[in-house]
Antibody
Framework: QVQLQESGPRLVKPSETLSLTCTVS??????????WSWIRKPPGKGLEWIGY??????TNYNPSLKNRVTISYTSKNQFSLRLTSVTAADTAVYYC?????????????????WGQGSLVTVSS | DIVMTQSPDSLAVSLGERATINCKSS????????????LTWYQQKPGQPPKVLIY???TRGSGVPDRFSGSGSGTDFTLTISSLQSEDVAVYYC?????????FGGGTKVEIK
């Protein structure tokens, strides 16, 4: 059974870069037809999809963050998120999650499983 | 972007009573080529990640109790909990996977009356 776990600094200063890693156990991020995504939930707000990396290493980002975000593979069992020039508005619980591929529509399906989430606070 | 609007923001229901949550998309999420609605429902309890309840608008996820059901098509969808249990206290989200950017509803908080 595939499990995901986020890791990285919990406190980031304004204008700096937020970096998180998702470690996948029980599977490999580059060898199956899955989409590996980052999703966040700011305090008191709803869920926001950040972007994904496909097993082919193609990526797709939310236009609301597109100029600041990079998702990449760091190893066979890890993928990462980099978000530059952060502000307090980027304070959130960050989740990594997997979605299956599908021929029609967006190309991917619902998110399952998810990591437990990592709260990242942007503050000086 | 497809905007997902949920209602109500919160509701309090007595144990054993029915809870109904609505989700409306700003454009249809029904794909004509396969007649599938690209909509899912999640349940999120405090301190936990979201868990899939329903996908393709009406298919229950693995292990999901049959008191949870999804209905609707096109732009209007409903999640129904037929007999609310104490363990159902959570926030519920709808999400479309019809196109990118993938978008979520604002969430509906369900509590016990």
């Amino acid at each position: 059974q595939v499990q995901l776990q986020e890791s990285g600094p919990r406190l980031v200063k304004p204008s700096e870069t937020l970096s998180l890693t998702c470690t996948v156990s029980g599977g490999s991020v580059g060898s199956d037809t899955y989409y590996w995504s980052w999703i966040r939930k700011p305090p008191g707000k709803g869920l926001e999809w950040i972007g994904y990396i496909y097993y082919t290493e193609s990526t797709n980002y939310n236009p609301s963050l597109k100029n600041r975000v990079t998702i990449s593979y760091t190893s066979k069992n890890q993928f990462s998120l980099r978000l530059t020039s952060v502000t307090a508005a980027d304070t959130a619980v960050y989740y990594c999650a997997r979605a299956d591929s599908h021929y029609y529509g967006s190309g991917l399906t619902w998110f399952d499983p998810w990591g437990q989430g990592s709260l990242v606070t942007v503050s000086s | 972007d497809i905007v997902m609007t949920q209602s109500p923001d919160s509701l309090a229901v007595s144990l054993g009573e029915r809870a109904t949550i609505n989700c409306k998309s700003s454009q249809s999420v029904l794909y004509s080529s396969n007649n599938k609605n690209y909509l899912t429902w999640y349940q999120q309890k405090p301190g936990q990640p979201p868990k899939v309840l329903i996908y393709w608008a009406s298919t229950r996820g693995s292990g999901v109790p049959d008191r949870f059901s999804g209905s609707g098509s096109g732009t209007d969808f409903t999640l129904t909990i037929s007999s609310l249990q104490s363990e159902d206290v959570a926030v519920y989200y709808c999400q479309q996977y019809y196109n990118t950017p993938l978008t979520f509803g604002g969430g509906t908080k369900v509590e016990i009356k």
